[in-house]
């Protein structure tokens, strides 16, 4: 802090022809900014000089200036104050705020939308990894020498559908990790699953016009997303094998499904209905976005195929991200799309944000290609299965006969539904959870009814504090 | 290079269970991603074995399993191959494809539009600052602290709006800046000023219904961003004074202007163009979107207040990016917003992405904070006026009488216009222009007409470079 103001002024050697300037302006920008509060006395002109060892005509000649600009005001010869007019002019009414709102604001962004983050959870919080075990030492390495080399080109803007190393990085890898016929050219590279969702909804919904297939229970996000584009949104159930296809009205243009891992519930989708679906697909004309957020963590010898794979009409979107095998942090995703659709979410990715972060992507690339991704993979999923297997043990040990776990073979997370007949407490049935206590499967089902019961994360959920939170949560549950 | 495949292979030590798996893995992810090619013969089994130390039987194995899967085929007992079918059953044929195209894609995206990244330009490269002199040892440091800082706490994802950290210190450097009157709270981090116009015409346009007038010449990303929300596009001229206000007809809803640089024309909007815009905001119930994309250079004394800092009534988005003070890569820019817009921009931003880069808005904090912005742009204030000088002294030389530079006082373009009654090689008067010389004014024109003229970018043109290539364009010119 510097002696004068309670905020330290850069200033430059005495003498400088820049001294003047610098303290207009950085007296100027406390003043707009609100460390300097309207009202508030202003040291003499002798203090700031003495202070900052600069002559007074100097510190003169800046109050002067903040004076002729109404930056400041002098009271009663007492002194100099800032000027109330910065914080009084400006805001308008709350009424006129509301009605420029509702005349400039279209609709559909005009009030709360479902969709935001979720949060909450406590101990047993959703969608977040653990990352204790991250091998920080090593991105730090990869991202230095990113750096390096960037500094060595010219400024530039990328491509928008990617580096080009990342998108092979990227392209081995989920032909390695999940099967996925991909090459490196099928591929965008996105801002996470949650952009990835977005450019899908711009490029394929027509507002008012397309009906898009979402799983209910489902994830809030996606919904936004494909809502936000002016979808007609048509919840679908989903029961043990996934989403009912059966269940599917013909008009629909867009199914959007988690095969791997259903979210919330946490299933897979049965290999009969990945057939049933694409099938569906096929004869409806209808395409499949594929939602593999957390597939990587897998607890069963081998996983199902991936729809993508099964797929040979060109009809399914596979998205993935690093926010659950990385860090959410990050930002990148990646969308593995067909050959017709594949330019024009590119020219809606350049529409958006020109492209993701270079040296992010930079940086994955190298993690990926030097096999830093699949073993971290490999090491957090021993991890993750210790901890998922203590909260089956918590569970049956503090639930049994309250909740059943749901059968599931992936991810992060487990759901388990109200055993028929045992009593619950009313919180379990609510939309709006107790932020300190597991999400309710209720949160994710937009319409009434569907099982009672409560979603799991033991992402950063350590092992030996699963069994304390369950018996905590047992004592809640009790009332 | 391995000895017999052309990549190479990850496995663990011999006898890890493990070794199958990844061996079968590796090759599968080899055929699904093209490293190993349809109809490409293997080596042997034997071959493989020696070469990686393994056992005859693993390998024998992992080949059983591909060619199980189908991934493999034996040919006439000559030995193994890549089956072909992979290639073969997945691609839809052409005119399938179009037709997928044709019914799934939203209009608006189905064809290209205009509005890719500029690029080309040569020496004279456009919106691209030079990055030899950045700070990259600063740059990594910081990195690094904040990767130190980030890993210390659990993953999660971040507020929409942005950091704290860098919500307070971007409002401290565009109050300091640009004098614009900005709290923390009033801005939202975006993914660049790219994604600031897209948010911006997310929440602003009413598809089919919302009139939004654009500079002509004007900066055609963001009119891509404003067109593919469905926004009705009116082009509004520009003279030396900024757009044309007299000329803005009654039913607009949104401005889009570069007042401090327009874009292309780099000249300054006058003082009596802002305060007449921010009155026909008013009376015509409008709002103004001021695009700032590279005003921290500039080379007067003082520049004119900003229109955000001239608005009393609540109507001006003031966006900034740090894509020409740092660098394009970043993907860093902002957005200060009026009261009544904020929650649904942060609503659209959490729908898009959920959140930009939270390692760049950490870094970019702490850059800010510690001074490191505002020394950058001092520096680089110096370079780029050397570089300007070059080019006005060089266009007198070498294009006297045949181009003149239109005035400006800021950011890292000139444009100058034929003389009237100069001859012109047609390339000068094409849209699509040569990459290798200086954009074409008409590059910029969404209609005919419009003085013809070049755009010089000397973001990356080194002083002593200027000359030589003005040279030879006034060469081409001639030829």
Chains 1, 2 share one sequence.
Request: with cysteine; hydrophobic share 45%.
């Amino acid at each position: 802090m510097d002696p004068v103001f309670a905020f330290p002024l850069h200033l430059p050697g005495p003498g400088s022809r820049q001294l003047l300037r610098a303290l207009h302006g950085q007296l100027r920008a406390a003043i707009l900014d609100g460390r300097l509060r309207p009202g508030q006395r202003l040291p003499s002109s002798r203090a700031v000089a003495q202070a900052y060892a600069i002559s007074r005509n100097t510190a003169v000649a800046v109050y002067d200036l903040l004076l002729s600009e109404g930056y400041l005001r002098t009271r009663r010869a007492s002194g100099v104050y800032v000027a109330d007019e910065q914080a009084a002019a400006a805001p308008a009414g709350e009424s006129e705020r509301a009605a420029l709102a509702q005349r400039h604001l279209a609709a559909r962004w005009r009030d709360a939308i479902d969709g935001t983050a979720i949060v909450g959870g406590g101990v047993f919080r959703l969608g977040v990894p653990e990352l204790s075990l991250f091998p920080f030492d090593v991105w730090r390495r990869l991202g230095a020498r990113a750096l390096r080399q960037f500094a060595r080109l010219p400024a530039d803007y990328a491509p928008a559908q990617g580096r080009e190393a990342l998108l092979h990085a990227v392209a081995q890898h989920v032909a390695f990790a999940r099967a996925v016929a991909c090459r490196a050219d099928d591929l965008v590279i996105t801002s996470g699953a949650q952009q990835a969702f977005d450019l899908l909804a711009r490029v394929l919904v027509t507002p008012g016009r397309t009906a898009v297939a979402v799983e209910e229970p489902g994830y809030p996000p996606l919904r936004t997303a494909f809502a936000a584009a002016g979808a007609t949104l048509v919840p679908v159930g989903v029961d043990g094998e996934g989403l009912q296809v059966e269940l599917l009205p013909r008009d629909l243009r867009v199914i959007c499904v988690t095969p791997s891992h259903q979210f919330p519930l946490a299933c897979a989708m049965s290999a009969r209905r990945r057939a049933e679906l694409l099938q569906f697909a096929r004869s409806r004309d209808a395409v499949v976005i594929e939602d593999d957020y957390d597939g990587e963590f897998r607890y069963a010898e081998r996983p199902l195929d991936a729809l993508q794979t099964l797929d040979r009409g060109e009809r399914v979107f596979y998205v993935g991200t690093f926010s659950k095998s990385l860090f959410p942090g990050l930002r990148l995703g990646y969308v593995v799309a067909p050959a017709w659709a594949r330019a024009a979410l590119i020219r809606a990715k350049q529409a958006s944000d020109s492209h993701s972060d270079v040296l992010a992507q930079d940086t994955l690339a190298a993690f990926i290609a030097e096999g830093h991704l699949a073993r971290h993979v490999r090491r957090m999923q021993a991890v993750y299965a210790q901890r998922r297997v203590a909260l089956l043990h918590g569970l049956q040990r503090q639930f049994g006969g309250l909740l059943e776990p749901l059968p599931s073979l992936a991810g992060l997370h487990l759901a388990a539904g109200v055993v028929a007949g045992a009593a619950v407490p009313a919180w379990v049935t609510r939309a709006d959870g107790d932020p300190a206590r597991p999400a309710t499967l209720r949160r994710f089902q937009s319409e009434d009814g569907g099982r009672a019961g409560l979603v799991f994360g033991f992402g950063v959920a350590d092992a030996a504090a699963i069994g304390p939170a369950l018996a905590q949560l047992r004592h809640a549950w009790n009332g």
